[in-house]
């Protein structure tokens, strides 16, 4: 026998069991035939391999979502990771935001209370944007990956060795159906055979795929360390970035009245709005009216004597004429009072320099 001959009565019984497996899958659809149930074990397991199966690509996907919202982004991504290739490092929208909020500032001039506040306020985006990114990264590392692993692998076998198990159990209820309509008793013995050749072959493929999804077990195990990995990583992203912006509120909260205040209200509701939790918040409301105090006697005795004293810039001031003296933040200037000046004003000496002063902006040193 040729190669060929071999190959033609290759397809014929290819052929030929191809259409003994679709007349039973019609004859049984059609309640003409038996069918082999398998055991409850059995259907149990194919069941919660499709319920993990489902689960598992819409918890990936909305994973995915919650990562990357933007959905160019991700089919960018994907088809970068499809061509094996990796994709352009861009800005994320933090990152970007904190970016056009220190160009503002520095357009405004990062000596003018606006812009300094800008600035503070993209930098901190911009360590927002960078814990953005490092989350996403754990996220798909530790998270994501096993679960698409699973998707694309183990259950991709699960399905193949499904597919063989019913191909099998379509093969043995033909066998039987033959069987019955057998009437002379060579065709009987001869199918009697064939029933046992495909009951072993049927059996044989049912316990492997038992086994193949008796993993699922140790699968949803794996997912739940993942699923806590996940949560540690959310955990560690959403603590930085509320330290980051509790940094930020701090600085903000150091700014004068005058530049907190909005259409001359007071500046306490903003603050308010924006603060931390009822323990940390009652905690920081009663520092101000200490150092308050401080600085109030401090300067109520400077007023009250003829002498000088050194005294920290707190922030950056634009003078608004030439009587005033700008300032720039943690510079060091010597301050003194004359009589008759303004309760809110002091003199302030730099060098050649001099002018009046907020004492709003200042701490005196000892």
Same mark, same amino acid.
């Given at each position: 026998?040729?190669?060929?001959?071999?190959?033609?009565? @290759?397809?014929?019984?290819?052929?030929?069991?191809?259409?003994?497996?679709?007349?039973?899958?019609?004859?049984?659809?059609?309640?003409?035939? =038996?069918?082999?149930?398998?055991?409850?074990?059995?259907?149990?397991?194919?069941?919660?391999?499709? %319920?993990?199966?489902?689960?598992?690509?819409?918890?990936?996907?909305?994973? =995915?979502?919650?990562?990357?919202?933007?959905?160019?982004? #991700? !089919?960018?991504?994907?088809?970068? =990771?499809?061509?094996? #290739?990796?994709?352009?490092?861009?800005?994320?929208?933090?990152?970007?935001?904190?970016?056009?909020?220190?160009?503002?500032?520095?357009?405004?001039?990062?000596?003018?209370?606006?812009?300094?506040?800008?600035?503070? %306020?993209?930098?901190?985006?911009?360590?927002?944007?960078?814990?953005? #990114?490092?989350?996403?990264?754990?996220?798909?590392?530790?998270? &994501?990956?096993?679960?698409?692993?699973?998707?694309?692998?183990?259950?991709? +076998?699960?399905?193949?060795?499904?597919?063989?198990?019913?191909? @099998?159990?379509?093969?043995?209820?033909?066998?039987?159906? #033959? &069987? @019955?309509?057998?009437?002379?008793?060579?065709?009987?013995?001869?199918?009697?055979?064939?029933?046992?050749?495909?009951?072993?072959?049927?059996?044989?493929?049912?316990?492997?795929?038992?086994?193949?999804?008796?993993? !699922?077990?140790?699968?949803?195990?794996?997912?739940?360390? %993942? &699923?806590?990995?996940?949560?540690?990583?959310?955990?560690?992203?959403?603590?930085? %970035?509320?330290?980051?912006?509790? /940094? &930020?509120? @701090?600085?903000?909260?150091?700014?004068?009245?005058?530049?907190?205040?909005?259409?001359?209200?007071?500046?306490?509701?903003?603050?308010?709005?924006?603060?931390?939790?009822?323990?940390?918040?009652?905690?920081?409301?009663?520092?101000?009216?200490?150092?308050?105090?401080?600085?109030?006697?401090?300067?109520?005795?400077?007023?009250?004597?003829?002498?000088?004293?050194?005294?920290?810039?707190?922030?950056?001031? /634009?003078?608004?004429?030439?009587?005033?003296?700008?300032?720039?933040?943690?510079?060091?200037?010597?301050?003194?009072?004359?009589?008759?000046?303004?309760? /809110?004003?002091?003199?302030?000496?730099?060098?050649?320099?001099?002018?009046?002063?907020?004492? +709003?902006?200042?701490?005196?040193?000892?």
């Amino acid at each position: 026998m040729n190669i060929m001959d071999f190959n033609v009565k @290759k397809l014929a019984a290819d052929a030929g069991t191809f259409l003994s497996r679709a007349v039973q899958f019609t004859e049984e659809k059609l309640g003409q035939a =038996e069918k082999t149930e398998l055991d409850a074990h059995l259907e149990n397991l194919l069941s919660k391999a499709e %319920c993990t199966k489902l689960w598992t690509e819409k918890i990936m996907k909305q994973t =995915e979502v919650l990562l990357q919202p933007n959905p160019n982004a #991700r !089919i960018e991504e994907f088809v970068y =990771e499809k061509l094996d #290739r990796k994709a352009p490092s861009r800005m994320n929208n933090p990152e970007l935001l904190g970016q056009y909020m220190i160009d503002a500032g520095n357009e405004f001039g990062p000596g003018t209370a606006y812009g300094n506040a800008l600035i503070k %306020c993209g930098e901190t985006q911009k360590r927002i944007g960078t814990a953005d #990114r490092e989350l996403i990264q754990t996220s798909a590392i530790n998270f &994501l990956t096993p679960l698409r692993n699973f998707i694309e692998g183990d259950y991709k +076998t699960i399905t193949k060795e499904r597919k063989l198990l019913q191909n @099998k159990r379509l093969d043995l209820d033909a066998a039987k159906t #033959r &069987l @019955k309509k057998a009437k002379v008793a060579e065709a009987r013995a001869a199918s009697e055979q064939e029933v046992r050749i495909t009951q072993s072959e049927f059996d044989r493929q049912a316990e492997i795929t038992r086994l193949l999804l008796e993993g !699922i077990s140790s699968t949803h195990a794996h997912h739940l360390r %993942c &699923l806590n990995d996940f949560v540690e990583a959310q955990m560690t992203y959403y603590a930085q %970035c509320y330290q980051y912006m509790l /940094d &930020l509120q @701090k600085q903000l909260g150091s700014f004068p009245s005058t530049f907190l205040s909005n259409n001359n209200q007071s500046s306490s509701a903003p603050v308010q709005s924006v603060s931390a939790p009822s323990v940390l918040a009652s905690a920081s409301a009663s520092l101000p009216s200490v150092s308050n105090s401080i600085v109030t006697s401090g300067i109520s005795e400077l007023k009250s004597s003829s002498g000088s004293r050194k005294a920290r810039v707190l922030y950056d001031y /634009d003078a608004a004429n030439s009587s005033e003296l700008s300032l720039l933040a943690d510079e060091v200037i010597t301050v003194y009072s004359i009589p008759g000046m303004d309760s /809110d004003w002091l003199m302030g000496e730099r060098g050649n320099q001099k002018g009046k002063v907020p004492i +709003t902006y200042l701490e005196l040193l000892n």
